[in-house]
């Protein structure tokens, strides 16, 4: 979708650096959600923010940290990367409550050797 | 919190199958219902949704209706063709309207 867009697409990166991943968004939503998806699990939440500077956990945060300093722009850092983490990262955006539905963005592919 | 099953696949059909994908869910009050569908190396697609007892969600030929009796919301389509190849995702927002929760996606393959 033209509105969400994240980067990078696919990164590789060595156990036990730093990661930021971006999710930019052009729609002015207030809802902003990480979700991670691996293979027999579906989709599951890391994070989620409901304004800016507000966020708060989701059912996998442990190893992410998110902040949300504009509306446009949420991000998400693993702050010293595992191979567990290794996994597609998808950005989703809401315009009210998940009633509503979401958008997201194509995801980012990242491997951590 | 609530949660939806979602039947595992992966499904395969022929071109103008009927196809059905279960989907149940668990939930306190009446949330909106959703599938979302995601094909090969995309992200998540709003397919339908339905937002009380006895709504059908439809578009592109696919249908789901929210079965309050069953607590069920069952996809299906009448005749599948080769572009409906994709991983399908259930999902409802979690208990007090929180983000959404995901069935853990079917795949279907349909084969000429």
């Known amino acids: 979708d033209a509105g969400i867009t994240q980067s990078p697409r696919h990164k590789v990166t060595e156990t036990g650096t730093p990661v930021t991943l971006r999710c930019h968004q052009t729609?002015?939503?207030?809802?902003m959600y990480w979700y991670r998806q691996d293979p027999g699990h579906g989709l599951r939440l890391i994070h989620y923010?409901?304004?800016?500077?507000?966020?708060d956990k989701g059912e996998v945060s442990d190893g992410y940290s998110v902040s949300r300093s504009k509306t446009e722009d949420f991000l998400l850092t693993l702050e010293s990367a595992t191979s567990s983490q290794t996994s597609v990262y998808f950005c989703?955006?809401?315009?009210?409550?998940?009633?509503?539905?979401?958008?997201f963005g194509s995801g980012t592919r990242l491997t951590v050797v | 919190g609530n949660s939806v099953t979602q039947m595992e696949g992966p499904v395969t059909l022929s071109e103008e199958a009927f196809l059905t994908i279960n989907c149940t869910y668990t939930?306190?009050?009446?949330?909106?219902l959703f599938w979302y569908v995601q094909y090969p190396g995309e992200g998540l697609q709003l397919l339908l949704k339905?937002?009380?007892?006895?709504d059908k969600g439809s578009n592109k030929g696919f249908e789901a209706t929210y079965r309050k009796e069953t607590t069920s919301f069952h996809l299906e389509k009448g005749s599948v063709q080769v572009s409906d190849s994709a991983v399908y995702f259930c999902?409802?927002?979690?208990?007090?309207?929180?983000?959404?929760?995901f069935g853990k996606g079917t795949r279907l393959s349909v084969i000429a």
């Open positions: 989703a955006i809401s315009s009210g409550t998940a009633n509503y539905g979401y958008t």
């Open positions: 729609e002015n939503h207030r809802y």
């Open positions: 939930a306190t009050g009446y949330p909106s």
């Open positions: 923010s409901y304004g800016v500077k507000d966020t």
């Open positions: 339905a937002t009380k007892a006895d």
């Open positions: 999902a409802l927002p979690d208990s007090g309207n929180t983000p959404l929760v």
